[in-house]
C-alpha cells in the first residue's frame, strides 16, 4: 500500500532528510520519499499500516517538532 501525506511547517531540506531516513529505518516500511519542496512524505507499506502511521508521526515529532502530518 502506497499512501502520500502533506506535510506542514517542515523547515529545511536537511530535516526532510532525516526524516525521510528514521521512516526507512521502521519495520514494515518498504520505501519512503520526504520531499521538502512539496512538503509531502510517501510511504509504501506491507501491512499494518495504521500502526506504522503511528511510528511515522513519532519520527516526524522527534526530528522536527515543529512539523505537522496532515491526515485529510
Known amino acids: 500500500m502506497i499512501k502520500s501525506f ?6 529545511c531540506a536537511n530535516c526532510a532528510a532525516k526524516i525521510e531516513s528514521e521512516i526507512l529505518k521502521i519495520d514494515g ?5 520526504v520531499s ?9 507499506t506491507g501491512d499494518d499500516f495504521d500502526i506504522i502511521l503511528k511510528k511515522v508521526k513519532a ?4 526530528v522536527e517538532p515543529d512539523c505537522e502530518l496532515v491526515l485529510a
Open 6 to 11: 502533506k506535510l506542514e511547517n517542515l523547515d
Open 29 to 33: 516500511v518498504i520505501s519512503a520519499s
Open 36 to 44: 521538502f519542496m512539496a512538503q509531502k512524505v510517501t510511504i509504501e
Open 59 to 62: 519520527v516526524i515529532n522527534r
